[in-house]
């Protein structure tokens, strides 16, 4: 469950503050306005503090100044111009294909542009039945202007106020969002898990969890000045490192579970690893809170049966009763283990006071891993041709809106026939499994809500406890947006029909137009979502080879550092973030497209292996790290350099040959890609012997096993692809 479905955690997360910051601002300019004014100008500065409080997100000052302002031009245009064609039902019809399609080509420029897409079509929609002559049309464009800069100037104070607190809590959603992760880690040693499909939740886990820590590097990494944002800043860096260790922790559980399934180790195992999660969630609890954490959670009792276990079981192993190569695994995992448990209590002792000097204070350009997002008029141009699934679905959306209005216009009722347009906007989005997500949940969020409104106004009278409600629904709109859309839709529902009673309390009638203009807009929205489709295996061969390309990348960097060829592990750390990045794109793709009709379904096992196996050679990297820093000494330093290089080079190799995955006749990388790199050195000299079973030379093999399975996959996919 997500953490902000949990009561306890919800009133202190973000997205709350959020609502409650919208809701506010919405209502009380509302209010303050019908003070001085009658309700139809209320209600249009009330339209225009709406749309803009669609953009306010949690974002730095200034780029939450430029999104903002950047709302309140564009749809204050909207309105003027949609406005002004009102009076004239043929130049109106036009415009609003126009708009739409303007509106949904700036999807190009990505999620944050998601909102600001929204917004435009929400504000058209709204406009439409404004018929009115030009000099009502500006001053009712003047008016929604007046309501948007108010906005904004209101959410830019409180979010000044604010900006620590948004910190905390953005960070404390990444924290929570590993410990999920970790817990996922933990099932890895229950017998009664089938691996495969945990490695699956695992790796959509780790993509969940990339977003997030993204956020927190967005917000956290930008404008840290005080002594309360370096806590925050240590905070975060010591989460990156625990994460890292706990990616070192990947070890091969086939062969603990064969060796051990009777042993009750791993049972403790798991038990140890569960603790550990819940630890990491009192340390994000105690963020939220603006407090510092401590530790709570005792280790001892699992610690002492581990301790125990691994005394018996090497004991059997001299009596030959258990393999000697899972007991070395075992004790190696244990060992993972109660580092990142000595980990999360320097996380702890980070979010008490600054323990020492950190990259982000000491002026250090942190732009490789922040997010860069330009809107550049060259992308969209570049994006007006017949083959980009941006421009396939703008022309989608407008098709589909030009149908609306003609159903809108067939109805007998005309009161509220841009419902059905503005359904349409809402569950319309450029992707199949999104519009199909969408369309579930508006229909079921708009069934809830008009039936809870209906009770609300059958057993409530007074327009007191009716604002109470309204204020309600307002909060919950905007707080559950990017958490449970359903609840969205809920509340946004009660929202619109609890304000159309206020307004006029005799318009019982409307929760019924409501549920038919909704059933309407969603029966249209399903049928033009097969219109002009993007289906998302077309994009696989692309995502395939950025995946593999930034492998490569990753795992020379990861060379480098590991041979001491750097003095730091800036450039490992942006390679990793670019590698993960490729991976979740892949991820998000391949989870869209198990959305769309199975007859669209391209390759799907292969690509959960190649995903998985990819993954794997992070975790590989992260281990060989921590394998040489624990055994900095006493290794044959030329020998170890030689195995990273040959490792690095083989796998480079196998990992360019499966770039020709568009190729179905393409030749599988030999095996046999590179020399043992154990039987030479860097320099080309007779290298020290290994020790049998040495934990380095085990990872380097199983790095060798991935690339190659990486390869593989890669092969079936271009053949499955180009059949």
């Known amino acids: 469950m997500h953490y902000a479905l949990d009561l306890r955690t919800f009133i202190f997360s973000h997205y709350f503050y959020t609502g409650l910051r919208i809701a506010t601002g919405v209502v009380g300019l509302t209010l303050l306005v019908l003070q001085f004014s009658d309700l139809p100008t209320a209600m249009t500065v009330c339209i225009g503090a709406l749309s803009t409080s669609l953009m306010d997100l949690p974002s730095t000052l200034r780029h939450k100044f430029n999104e903002m302002l950047s709302s309140v031009l564009l749809c204050t245009v909207v309105t003027l111009v949609i406005s002004l064609c009102a009076p004239f039902h043929w130049l109106l019809s036009i415009m609003l294909v126009v708009v739409t399609f303007l509106a949904s080509m700036m999807v190009v420029y990505g999620k944050k542009a998601m909102p600001l897409q929204f917004s435009a079509l929400f504000v058209m929609t709204l406009s439409m039945e404004n018929a009115m002559n030009v000099e009502q049309a500006l001053f009712h464009t003047g008016l929604f202007l007046g309501g948007g800069l108010a906005y904004l100037a209101y959410s830019m104070m409180v979010s000044w106020f604010l900006r620590s607190r948004i910190k905390q809590q953005v960070l404390a959603e990444a924290l929570f969002e590993l410990a999920r992760y970790i817990n996922i880690k933990a099932d890895f040693y229950d017998m009664h898990v089938d691996l495969n499909s945990q490695f699956n939740t695992l790796v959509r886990q780790q993509i969940v969890l990339a977003e997030k820590q993204q956020a927190s590097r967005d917000l956290i990494l930008r404008d840290s000045k005080n002594q309360e944002d370096a806590i ?36 403790y195992l798991r038990d140890l690893v569960s603790k550990a999660a819940k630890d990491i969630e009192t340390i994000a609890y105690a963020i939220t809170r603006k407090r510092a954490s401590f530790a709570s959670i005792s280790y001892k009792a699992e610690m002492r049966s581990i301790e125990s276990e691994l005394q018996q079981l090497q004991q059997d192993s001299l009596a030959g009763k258990v393999s000697e190569e899972a007991l070395d695994i075992l004790r190696t995992t244990y060992t993972k283990i109660c580092d990142a448990i000595d980990m999360i209590g320097q996380l702890h002792h980070a979010t008490q006071s600054v323990q020492g000097p950190l990259p982000v204070l000491m002026g250090k350009d942190m732009t490789p891993f922040l997010t860069q997002q330009k809107y550049q008029l060259g992308v969209l141009v570049s994006n007006l041709r017949w083959q980009s699934p941006t421009f396939r679905f703008a022309v989608r959306a407008a098709l589909a809106i030009s149908c ?65 409600f309204l204020f309600m629904a307002t909060v919950a709109a905007p707080a559950f947006i990017y958490v449970k859309y359903r609840y969205t839709a809920i509340a946004a529902s009660m929202q619109i029909l609890l304000q159309i009673n206020l307004v006029i309390p005799s318009s019982g009638h409307v929760i019924g137009e409501r549920l038919i203009d909704t059933l309407i807009g969603a029966a249209i929205a399903t049928a033009f979502s ?66 769309e009709p199975a007859s669209k379904h391209r390759a799907v096992e292969n690509l959960n292996q190649f995903i998985v196996q990819n993954y794997l050679v992070i975790a590989h990297v992260a281990a060989l790290r921590m394998l040489l820093r ?94």
């Open 232 to 267: 925050l800043v240590q905070v975060h860096f010591g989460m990156f490192d625990l994460y890292e260790h706990i990616l070192s922790t990947h070890t091969d559980y086939a062969i603990l579970r064969r060796h051990l399934a009777d042993a009750e180790v791993l049972t």
């Open 404 to 468: 609306g209005l003609l159903a809108a216009d067939a109805l007998p009722y005309a009161g509220h026939g841009y419902w059905i347009v503005l359904t349409i906007a809402i569950i319309l989005k450029p992707s199949f499994s999104q519009t199909k997500q969408r369309r579930s949940d508006r229909l079921v969020g708009t069934l809830i809500g008009c039936v809870a409104t209906a009770l609300i106004l059958r057993f409530v009278h007074e327009p007191v406890a009716l604002l109470g």
């Open 530 to 595: 097969f219109v002009l489709p993007s289906w998302e295996y077309r994009t696989l061969p692309q995502l395939v080879r950025n995946v593999l390309k930034s492998n490569q990348r990753f795992l020379e960097a990861g060379n480098n550092l590991l041979q001491g060829k750097v003095l730091d592990d800036f450039i490992y750390r942006v390679c990793r973030k670019r590698f993960l990045d490729s991976i979740s794109e892949l991820v998000s793709t391949l989870v869209r497209m198990l959305d």
């Open 630 to 723: 624990r055994n900095a000494e006493g290794l044959p330093q030329d020998a170890v350099n030689g195995e990273l290089d040959a490792a690095t080079a083989r796998v480079s190799k196998t990992l360019g040959l499966a770039e020709q995955v568009l190729d179905p006749n393409a030749p599988l990388p030999p095996s046999d890609a590179a020399p043992a790199a154990a039987e030479t050195t860097a320099g080309g000299g007779q290298a020290e012997s290994w020790p049998a079973w040495h934990p380095l030379q085990q990872r380097v093999e199983l790095l060798y096993q991935d690339s190659e399975k990486i390869a593989v996959n890669s092969a079936a996919i271009g053949r499955i692809l180009a059949a």
